[in-house]
Nanobody
Framework: QVQLAESGGGSVQPGAYLRLKCTAP????????VGWYRQAPGEEQRQFVA???????GYADSWDGRFMISRDSKENAVYLEMNDLKPEDTAVYYC????????????WGRGTQVTVSS
């Protein structure tokens, strides 16, 4: 199982912007289908946030337009841009490769912590 790596998290104030990055080990792994998930404090399950596939971007039903997913083919990376961050966005954010049914199939990495507080 391929394990993707997350980076870019941090501790910020409400209203701030962060850009998370998801990369694959080496250059040979395709980032054509990747999803972002998050696990908030006290929650047992990771929640789907966004995906990008050959069909384009897709977002959770709760999406309110503040988050944008994109892919940089040159860097072989997938980004999650997060605008106007709110305390409820506090979570560990993970990325994973997706199968043909858009389910995560790789090994989960360590994630990147995002903390939003004043």
């Amino acid at each position: 199982q391929v394990q993707l790596a997350e980076s870019g998290g941090g501790s910020v104030q409400p209203g701030a912007y962060l850009r998370l990055k998801c990369t694959a080990p080496g250059n040979g792994f395709s980032m054509d289908a990747v999803g972002w998930y998050r696990q908030a404090p006290g929650e047992e399950q990771r929640q789907f946030v966004a995906r990008i596939t050959s069909y384009g971007p897709g977002y959770a039903d709760s999406w309110d337009g503040r988050f944008m997913i994109s892919r940089d083919s040159k860097e072989n990376a997938v980004y999650l841009e997060m605008n106007d961050l709110k305390p409820e966005d506090t979570a560990v954010y993970y990325c994973n490769s997706l199968d043909a049914t858009w389910r995560p199939v790789g090994a989960w990495g360590r994630g990147t912590q995002v903390t939003v507080s004043s």
